[in-house]
């Protein structure tokens, strides 16, 4: 196989590349028609290929996305649970405080009032 340098930054050119492969120099071939004998691929089935290709990534995405927007969902569905079982424990302790205040203010109060009398 002889290579024809080309001037300008391309590759080399190889000439003489498809012989025998029903393929024209020069031409677009997919992977599996290269020296397989089926001859070029055209730009149709290009075209194809690529849309193909593309809406699987864009299927992939969406659910990649989908399965991104579920696990947020499900970590603020736990996030609020806590939340509101915090909220709960607070408040609960918060009832805790006063009524053991009020108690304390109470026993100070009656036996101040017992020291009185």
Known sequence: MLLEMVPSREAPVAVGANEGSGGVVGTSMSQENVGSGKGPTTAGQLTD???SAAMFRVQMA?????????????QATVLLSAG???????????????TNSFTAADNLTSSATQRLS
């Open 49 to 51: 290929e690529r849309s």
């Open 62 to 74: 969406a659910k990649v996305t989908g399965a991104r927007e579920q696990l947020a969902a499900d």
């Open 84 to 98: 509101a079982m915090l909220t709960s424990t607070r408040r609960r302790s918060f009832q805790l405080l006063c």
